[in-house]
């Protein structure tokens, strides 16, 4: 994981870094298959520059692959993403000989995150010439966190090795591509493979690439060691918008992409944050992230909440139950926040809910103790004024931290209670007081209907800024009977939020802006001041579905569709909060995660809320509230997972939905 006050080289080649400046990544092609990642820049070439190169476990393994044809680069015309794995590039140059403007030649080269490169070189002169090919290699197996701050070191010097070259590092790691077929020529000292290549129209000359790195005399691929495919489910949405097929593949496909094994836990996995900047330990974001893929298994929830439960602080002491993280930026209002309050807080309401999807006895009666640790600590955690401050202890009492209590509370008390332990009611009765407090001191009233604060400093002063944020204040989660918990809003506040997140201010047309553009401090590139963070709209669609606001929901659901279109359907975390204009696309965000794991989950979010879907495994119900308005038209979803077994469910364009296919002896509910 990169921290945050890494400095980074500038734009253009050798201007000075930045204190905090990360390498602009909007326009790189990424593939994922954690441990191992590529990132290449759209021509296809690997020069060593800014972030491009193989990586693995953090590490660069390759920098430079440069291709020549007949001692000249192809003419880079088209790059894409093939999944989340792969990227392609298409080029081409004129062969020798050619005296009109066509191009004769033309290259295709794919490469997969592991490093392995397919070359391609395809002729369409009318006889087989000889043509030199040359790849430039090399490498300094640098930490990304030293290629993102601009210090990544001289590359190193290599050795021919088999059928291609080697390097290796003052630590004894070593790393090296084999070619298949062998070149003709190999210089160790140049990083230089050549081959006589001779395509023919019919008959193209093809070459492979692959990478393997060498770490204590043990020899493996860069993409060895990934979680299966069985953590999560092969979803399919059909229907009459034919964006949302390729949207959830491609959710589902980053998701895997960015699943990661506990080291010391094997069989458990959990996400990354989001790539190339969070690769770190498990994180709030990758328990939030798998609460929204809750619809494709309840397995990944499971691994997530093992993963964090291991790191719950014991003892007796205030901090026991606690489970720790870092500080993490929250725009220029407010301090640094604490991720380790928010997955203290998140933990006992992910698998209440968990359960509702039906999480099995087993992982239930594991992870129990570890919830109910956690509301041990929640019960100690209010400050004076009842609030749970945020970084704790002395931090500020934030709203949206309340809104995570409350949750804790209100789920809390219902597992409790499925459990048969003692203190459900006692929760339900903490929950209902936090909201009294909660609408008397974080409400301000104004003409217009007032609006929520955004926190109270330690000293009590109010800070009145509105942002996507307040999204959360709607996201009471999954009680029992598939029913919505109670919410922190009594019910005139929830329809003048939903009027707010519905106002321009708010919503850019892409979707809700981290905060208000009204707002001082306002900025659209802000991931905290100004920017879309993709998942706080998808938590403001579920949450404004279940209030009852369609509308509002449909359109921020429809205009994170639109901006995931000009993304080509692979949602990144944040995008710019520039005001939506016609025939103009969302404006990227330079250094936002592409895959991020909460972005990904989103898209999943955003289809099950559509639907409507609320389980309740358990008590063998399931019930289907769909957007009666049917802003996506005829919409049906299979492959999830429900009980264990697979479910499917649609909405018409009448918005009536029905359930086609869920485990035997699960009833419709209400």
Same mark, same amino acid.
């Given at each position: ?75 880079? @015309? &088209?790059? +894409?993403?093939?999944? !989340?794995? /792969? #990227?392609?590039?298409? $080029? *081409?140059? =004129?062969?020798? %000989? ?110 492979? @690439? &692959?990478? +393997?790195?060498?770490? !204590?005399? /043990? #020899?493996?691929?860069? $993409? *060895?060691? =990934?979680?299966? %495919? ?441």
């Amino acid at each position: 994981m990169v921290p945050s006050t890494a400095q980074a080289p500038g734009p253009a080649a050798g201007h000075p870094p930045h204190p905090g400046e990360l390498p602009p990544v909007h326009d790189t092609l990424v593939g994922v298959a954690l441990p191992a990642l590529a990132i290449s820049n759209r021509h296809g070439q690997l020069t060593g520059t800014g972030l491009e190169g193989v990586f693995q476990h953090g590490r660069r393994l390759l920098a430079r692959c440069v291709l020549r044809v007949a001692g000249r680069e192809p003419v880079p @015309l &088209r790059s +894409r993403a093939d999944g !989340a794995e /792969r #990227t392609e590039f298409l $080029g *081409a140059l =004129r062969a020798p %000989g050619d005296l009109g403007p066509d191009p004769g030649l033309l290259v295709e080269r794919t490469r997969d995150a592991d490093g392995t490169e397919r070359i391609t070189l395809r002729s369409s002169a009318p006889r087989p010439a000889r043509i030199p090919v040359e790849l430039a290699l090399g490498t300094d197996l640098a930490d990304l966190g030293a290629v993102a701050a601009g210090r990544p070191g001289p590359e190193l010097t290599a050795s021919v090795h088999g059928t291609g070259l080697r390097w290796t590092a003052s630590d004894g790691t070593a790393v090296s591509v084999l070619a298949d077929p062998a070149p003709s020529v190999a210089l160790g000292a140049a990083g230089l493979l050549r081959w006589d290549a001779e395509p023919a129209p019919g008959a193209p000359f093809v070459l492979t @690439l &692959r990478v +393997r790195c060498e770490r !204590a005399g /043990r #020899t493996q691929a860069s $993409g *060895a060691g =990934r979680p299966g %495919g069985h953590v999560l489910a092969d979803p399919v949405a059909e229907g009459d918008d034919v964006r949302l097929g390729p949207l959830l593949r491609a959710c589902v496909a980053d998701l895997r992409a960015l699943l990661q094994r506990d080291p010391a836990h094997p069989a458990d996995v959990y996400l990354a944050a989001g790539v190339p900047w969070r690769l770190g330990p498990v994180t709030a974001e990758a328990l939030w992230a798998a609460r929204m893929a809750l619809p494709l298994g309840t397995r990944l929830a499971a691994t997530t909440l093992r993963a964090l439960a291991r790191t719950q602080l014991p003892g007796l002491g205030p901090e026991s139950g606690r489970i720790p993280g870092p500080l993490r930026d929250a725009g220029p209002l407010l301090p640094p926040r604490c991720t380790g309050v928010e997955a203290t807080l998140a933990f006992p309401a992910v698998l209440a809910e968990a359960r509702r999807w039906g999480l099995p006895e087993q992982d239930l009666a594991e992870l129990l103790p570890a919830a109910e640790r956690c509301l041990d600590w929640l019960r100690g955690a209010v400050d004076t004024n009842g609030f749970v401050p945020d970084p704790w202890p002395a931090g500020p009492a934030r709203a949206e931290t309340q809104a995570h209590a409350h949750r804790a509370a209100a789920l809390g008390a219902d597992l409790l209670d499925a459990c048969g332990r003692p203190g459900g009611e006692a929760w339900r009765e903490w929950a209902r007081a936090l909201r009294e407090r909660f609408r008397g001191r974080f409400w301000q009233d104004d003409p217009a209907g007032g609006r929520p604060l955004l926190a109270r400093l330690p000293d009590g002063r109010p800070l009145p800024h509105l942002g996507g944020w307040a999204a959360h204040l709607l996201d009471t989660g999954l009680g029992g009977a598939g029913r919505q918990a109670p919410g922190l809003l009594d019910k005139a506040q929830t329809e003048r939020l939903a009027r707010l997140l519905a106002a321009p201010a708010l919503d850019s047309g892409w979707g809700l802006r981290g905060l208000g553009e009204k707002e001082p401090g306002y900025s659209p590139f802000g991931h905290r001041s100004g920017a879309v963070r993709v998942h706080e709209t998808a938590v403001a669609v579920a949450g404004l579905a279940a209030a009852g606001h369609e509308r509002e929901a449909a359109a921020l659901l429809r205009g994170v569709l639109d901006a995931a279109e000009a993304f080509d359907l692979r949602l990144p975390e944040m995008y710019a909060g520039e005001r939506r204009a016609p025939g103009a696309p969302p404006v990227p965000h330079p250094a936002a995660c592409r895959p991020a794991a909460v972005a990904a989950a989103s898209g999943v979010h955003l289809l099950a809320a559509a639907l409507g879907i609320r389980p309740d495994a358990p008590g063998r119900t399931v019930a289907l509230h769909p957007l009666r308005s049917a802003p996506l038209g005829e919409l049906r979803l299979s492959g999830l997972r429900l009980a264990g077994e697979p479910f499917a469910a649609r909405v018409g364009r009448l918005g009536l939905g029905v359930v086609e296919e869920a485990a035997p002896g699960l009833q419709l509910g209400v």
